[in-house]
């Protein structure tokens, strides 16, 4: 189809402009694989209270069609771990031990200026093909206010922010159980020691981790928790990684 | 040359020399003391990863991002 206008530029001279429009065949792997990239940012689809203790707000949902990254914020960090009193007296975590005997089950409240949440891969499945959904990954990052990302001083976690939950059923008959069963997984088990040097090194995580997670017997039992010595981003390792920095919903 | 440095929420613009390479932005001391990035990251242009060699790409953006290994067996 062909169309014309005139053109009038600014030196007064006129001309005609001829346009020809001609349908193009688009091979169809081409418009599958731009259908293949296009996400969808849904905010606040269900509310984190789902959860259970220790998730808040409302959980998002970042998709395409091959893969569904849910966010979750968290209230509370687990802290299922081994902990030893300092010299003053002080309980902190030893994300290194293995020591079954120290392992005691304690939170973390997540101090307001500072943003964590979790994050769980469920690549689509194809139910016809019999196949159930499931996570393959989780992900656990702090952000500050400017949005710059921080591996926690914690264990099972690589230098990236992805997680190694350990043996979990990952596969649920909808994508709810799924979460559902991740956050079990997240929240009532341990710290174990694997992956406990990544980030800033074991030495440094260690050193890190008795600076933020800090607590205080109190009577008659229990414990307290205190102030971080230093601000919490000292306290862990500035990261970017791009999976997380693409579908994470603040 | 020009080239676009992004890592995280952080963005950077510097001019380099002519045949700059991945790694020279890599390890370049006030990127890395302003962005926050240690030595275990990996450049990506366009999502492919980048070897340290390469030239960097004039206009171009080089996406930082910190590089995780895997677990010993």
């Known amino acids: 189809m062909e169309t014309s206008n005139i053109v009038i530029e600014s030196d007064g001279r006129m001309y005609k402009v001829r346009k020809v429009k001609t349908e193009i065949e688009v091979q169809a792997d081409i418009l599958g694989r731009f259908a293949l990239e296009k996400s969808v940012k849904l905010t606040n689809v269900l509310d984190a209270g789902i959860l259970g203790d220790g998730a808040m707000g409302g959980i998002g949902i970042s998709a395409t069609p091959k893969l569904a990254v849910y966010t979750v914020r968290l209230s509370k960090l687990p802290m299922r771990v081994a902990f030893f009193l300092t010299d003053q007296k002080i309980m902190v975590p030893n994300f290194r031990s293995m020591n079954k005997s120290d392992i005691l089950h304690l939170t973390w409240d997540i101090p307001e200026a500072m943003r964590v949440y979790w994050l769980v891969n469920m690549p689509a499945v194809n139910a016809g093909d019999g196949m159930s959904p499931y996570s393959d990954n989780q992900f656990l990052v702090a952000l500050d206010n400017a949005g710059r990302s921080y591996r926690l001083p914690v264990s099972n976690c690589y230098e990236d922010g992805r997680l190694c939950p350990g043996e979990f059923p990952s596969a649920g008959r909808t994508s709810m159980e799924v979460l559902i069963n991740g956050w079990r997984q997240f929240t009532q088990g341990n710290w174990q020691s694997d992956l406990s040097d990544r980030g800033g090194g074991a030495t440094t995580n260690a050193k890190n981790a008795e600076n933020l997670f800090r607590y205080k017997p109190k009577e008659p039992e229990g414990f307290e928790q205190l102030d971080p010595v230093i601000s919490w981003e000292l306290c862990c390792t500035r990261i970017s990684n791009e999976h997380i920095n693409t579908n994470i919903i603040l | ?73």
């Open chain 2, 1 to 73: 040359m020009t080239v676009t440095i992004k890592f995280g929420s952080d963005s950077f613009t510097r001019n380099y020399e002519e045949g700059t390479k991945i790694g020279d932005i890599l390890s370049d001391h006030d990127l890395k003391a302003v962005a926050g990035w240690g030595d275990n990251v990996r450049a990506l242009v366009a999502g492919v990863e980048q070897p340290v060699s390469a030239t960097a790409p004039d206009g171009g953006v080089v996406i930082v991002e910190t590089r995780a290994n895997s677990k010993a067996s």
